[in-house]
């Protein structure tokens, strides 16, 4: 009875130490509090855990400290999916693929998660046939995809027209085309590679589940075909719609705005606005931002002053 008694207390002192230690690991991101609290874990009596450890790799990934990460997990006890998925995660942000995938091939059996994050890996280097052949091993193993891996591959395949195309088919066919952040994926493409006419109609099918990403491809795309007042018109109507208006929304806009053919007013407006004041604050979408001509530059803010005077959105002050 003592034995069984003190087994139980010491299984309990355990779940509270481990309770408290996962607590704090998912409270602090700082690599001194991670270092610290996997010494005092590994100096306990606490029995190795793989949950643990994996929430230390994850801690380490976040502090940018990849070889702590890589000794988590080669410590941890029976590293599980997720363990190999966070260690994958970690080396991925650290553009390490090629380590990434040799940690991916060990996995018995990659999930879906495995599988975006060395797409994902690979489309951001632009890495295209290992990103494809993964996308294809994914489907050939009865994979479902989501979201995230579509709009991954279509990254991935931002050199190749032809490929895109059936990507773009693979969505609809597979009822991803509510999806915003996939319809972004295709439209950035189509704004892009001068295809005006395919980012139209893929503007006008995404309807009301359009975000900012959406309007600003769309103005992008306006922009490189000198229909520059068409691409004034979606500005003005961010606005109308209360939608965050950010800097890039305005580059995009000053790009359009240059396709304009009469520059004489410019010119005119460039003049009378030339002798502003150098700190100003304005409210886009019905979200204040401080402009300052020392930091973003006298042509800029100029410029963006008179983008606001041409399509009636005045500064709030």
Known sequence: MFYMTTAMHTTSIHAQMKMWLLKRIRNFRDLFTGKSLHALYLKSL????????????????????????????????????????????????????????????????????????????????????????????????????????LSAAITACSSDVGLIKQLHSLVVLNGFDSYVSVNNALLTYYSKNGFLEEAKRLFCVMGEVRDEVS???????????????????????????????????????????????????????????????????????????????ESVGDMLTVTVYIIRKLIMLKPSY
């Open 215 to 293: 309007w600003n491809s769309m103005i992008v795309a306006y922009g490189q075909h000198r229909k520059g007042l068409k691409a004034l018109d979606l500005f003005q109507e961010m606005g109308r719609r209360g939608l965050n208006v950010d800097m890039f929304t305005l580059a995009s806009v000053l790009t359009a705005f240059t396709c304009v053919e009469d520059l004489l007013v410019i010119t005119e407006e460039a003049a009378a606005l030339s002798t502003s004041t150098n700190h100003s604050s304005r409210t886009y979408g019905g979200k204040a931002e401080a402009v300052n001509q």
């Open 46 to 149: 606490v029995p190795p855990s793989t949950y643990l450890s994996n929430h230390f790799i994850i801690l380490y990934s976040k502090c940018s400290c990849l070889s702590w990460a890589r000794s988590a997990f080669d410590h941890t006890p029976y590293p599980n999916v997720f363990s190999f998925n966070a260690i994958i995660s970690a080396y991925a942000k650290e553009s390490l693929n090629h380590i990434a995938r040799q940690l991916f091939d060990q996995i018995p059996q990659p999930d879906l998660v495995s599988y975006n994050t060395l797409i994902s890996a690979y489309a951001d280097r632009g890495e295209i046939v290992p990103a494809l052949s993964l996308f294809m091993r994914m489907r050939d193993e009865g994979l479902d995809m989501d979201g995230f891996t």
